[in-house]
């Protein structure tokens, strides 16, 4: 079993419209974070989420961006209003106290239109 | 702030044969993590490897080894033998866990390897 699952592994939206992707991590991971690639560029940093609540963010996390873990499973990322600009792979993330590893999902590739 | 730096963004190596990928970090803290990460073309995450910075022992696993010189912060991975899937883009990560929640995972900028038959 995977330790980190996300949903959608694709996601093809028009520009302007509103998107969720969805990470399930298994039940002892304590930090969650977000991270986004655009195709042929490195990985960034976009947020990071502990105990209910955001601990930190990037510039790039602007007030498009929001994330939550309303039931205590699914860590989800919502982008309220896309644009082309946020055509990417966007990874999410988990880890357990201080082991420092942390255990990356498949991905959501999310394509704007 | 803590920074990584891989310097080849990308190298070539035959089938068989040994290559070094090369990454520099630079933190003011002495408890830390290192790590290489794999990422094929179908775009995945796979970690290949990591070291914990109070180890002096330099980690491996099976073809991949890495040299860790803490004190002039440098990480390189060694692939032995290297293999056709080996291909992919490999990024150099750093984190210190110990501070807390707002700790995240630093990468470099890759280095593309291409495994040539």
């Known amino acids: 079993e995977p330790e980190v699952t996300q949903t959608p592994s694709h996601q093809v939206t028009q520009m302007g419209q509103e998107v969720i992707l969805r990470c399930v991590p298994i039940?002892?991971?304590?930090?969650f974070y977000w991270y986004r690639q655009i195709l042929g560029q490195k990985v960034e940093f976009l947020v990071s989420?502990?105990?209910?609540?955001?601990?930190?963010k990037s510039e790039i996390f602007d007030d498009q961006f929001s994330v939550e873990r309303p039931d205590g499973s699914n860590f989800t990322l919502k982008i309220r209003s896309t644009k082309l600009e946020d055509s990417a792979m966007y990874f999410c993330a988990a880890r357990m106290g201080n082991t420092g590893e942390l255990f990356f999902g498949e991905g959501s590739r999310l394509t704007v239109l | 702030a803590q920074t990584v730096t891989q310097s080849q963004p990308e190298m070539s190596v035959q089938e068989a044969e040994t290559v070094t990928l090369s990454c520099t970090y630079d933190t003011s803290e002495s408890n830390y993590y290192l790590f290489w990460y794999k990422q094929p073309p179908s775009r995945q995450m796979i970690l290949v490897i990591r070291?914990?910075?109070?180890?002096?022992q330099n980690a491996t696993e099976n073809r991949f080894s890495v040299n860790f010189q803490k004190a002039a912060k440098s990480f390189s991975l060694k692939i032995s033998d290297s293999q056709l899937g080996d291909t992919a883009m490999y990024f150099c990560?750093?984190?210190?866990?110990?501070?807390?929640?707002?700790?995240?995972?630093?990468f470099g900028t890759g280095t593309l390897l291409a495994v040539q038959p």
């Open positions: 990560a750093f984190i210190n866990p110990y501070g807390g929640a707002t700790n995240k995972l630093i």
């Open positions: 039940s002892n991971h304590l930090y």
């Open positions: 989420f502990y105990n209910n609540e955001i601990s930190e």
């Open positions: 070291q914990e910075a109070y180890k002096q």
